[in-house]
DNA sequence: GTTAGGTGATTCAAATTTGAACGCGCCATT
DNA sequence: AATGGCGCGTTCAAATTTGAATCACCTAAC
């Protein structure tokens, strides 16, 4: 391990397009939550989540794993989302220290007025400009990627930062509202 | 327009590895660069997109632009590396408005320390994950995105939030150690 | 039964980001 | 040479994020 190997200019190319592209098309996808529901990008995120769990209730824990978010981070947005009504803490009965983020009917009826224009969205600035096969070519490659920096980077660090291995069902986004 | 196009199996994955695979990635840099430097990710690229500019100097509305920050988000952190002796701000004679950030020699030399590693971890984590035709899709498709939403999205909005509507060269990213 | 080791979530202060408002200098019209 | 429109960078308060404690609780070994 001696000279970096630097990227080649089609790396470079695909490296600046994967971070712009995804700065450019976050920015959008803010913007127009926030004005149409008053909703932040994580905010909508966490309610898509719940939507598609089980009994529309996810561990604090398991959320910021799936959301690749600070526990800290979580408690605070569940926290500003618990008092718009949009969701719910649920304690559970086996395990005191744990808590559930329980989706209400109204944060799933805000979901649901908030998906068509978000998806939309997300249709008409990527996918639709992508080619099927890139757009394969981004859910296996990526999704590969994603995977294994989920699990184990080669030698060691934690992603987290705090204490979290992150395990689990992995991003299996589930049937509804979500993405 | 009526029903909503949703997601179809293969769209949902590429978008969820998408997102998921980039908030892993920059965690990781993040974490990188923070404990081995004391860089943050968004001065790291400070530091890369002045190294490859002309003179080593970028106005601060363009340097915003290619980095889709926001102004004022620009300003803190050019404060903060200014403190650190990383950049220097200088005046232009002909536009007393205009500001250059104009990269040291001190943050020159910490970009060179940094970048091996830096680079070195984007390769691992992702760029050697992909198959070359990944990669080129990403370039490709991802790039295509990015030009479109850089430019003007279908009908309105404006992206950056303040007034810029980001214009000039693009992210031509230079030779230098930028990536 | 108790204790050591973790795990789960929250708390807290500090750092950063956001977006609107501001001040100022450029420039095309009058 | 005045005037108004604008672009540029900064300022400011409020919102959010971060990471290191902290507290409570579960679990397995003593």
């Given at each position: ?28 996808l ?25 009994d ?7 959320l ?13 947005q ?12 649920r304690?559970c009965p086996?395990d005191e ?43 296996d490659g ?19 930062a ?11 986004v589930?049937?509804g509202?979500?993405?």
């Amino acid at each position: 391990m001696g000279h970096t190997r630097w990227l080649n200019e089609e790396e470079k190319r695909a490296w600046t397009a994967f971070t712009t592209a995804h700065a450019l098309l976050y920015r959008h996808l803010e913007q127009r939550l926030k004005r149409d529901f008053g909703l932040s990008g994580l905010q909508y995120e966490i309610l898509a989540r719940l939507s598609g769990a089980p009994d529309r209730e996810l561990r604090m824990a398991e959320l910021a794993c799936a959301l690749v978010n600070s526990k800290s981070g979580l408690t605070y947005q569940i926290g500003q989302m618990e008092k718009a009504g949009l969701v719910r803490r649920r304690s559970c009965p086996s395990d005191e220290r744990a808590v559930y983020a329980v989706l209400t009917d109204e944060g799933m009826a805000l979901l649901e007025r908030a998906a068509p224009g978000h998806v939309g969205l997300v249709r008409e600035l990527l996918i639709d400009v992508l080619t099927p096969d890139q757009v394969r070519a981004l859910a296996d490659g990526l999704g590969e990627a994603s995977r294994r920096m989920a699990a184990g980077p080669g030698e060691a660090s934690p992603p987290v930062a705090d204490g979290t291995t992150c395990s689990g069902p992995g991003p299996e986004v589930a049937a509804g509202l979500d993405a």
